[in-house]
């Protein structure tokens, strides 16, 4: 049986990118790079950060536009209303 950390030693020696013989090896590290290069060149996360600060920007700035929007009618209305009722 094979000593535990002499195993270890050997897999941590193996330089990055190098294959360590099997095939599960060879299909995850090829998962990997195609995945990670996809990600990559879609989006980047300080990309994605911006998009959503920008999307939260804009639906906040509307609701408050809307909620002025929705008072400033409201009092206008009153306004309006009040001379009537003396």
Request: hydrophobic share 45%; proline share 3%.
């Amino acid at each position: 049986m094979a000593d535990p950390t002499t195993t270890m030693t050997a897999i941590a020696d193996v330089p990055a990118g190098v294959s360590t013989g099997t095939a599960a090896d060879a299909l995850n590290n090829g998962l990997s790079e195609a995945v990670s290069s996809t990600v990559s060149s879609a989006f980047t996360l300080s990309q994605a950060l911006a998009i959503t600060a920008v999307a939260l920007l804009v639906f906040v700035s509307a609701g408050v536009l809307y909620l002025s929007t929705v008072e400033w009618r409201d009092r206008r209305r009153r306004s309006q209303a009040e001379p009537a009722r003396r």
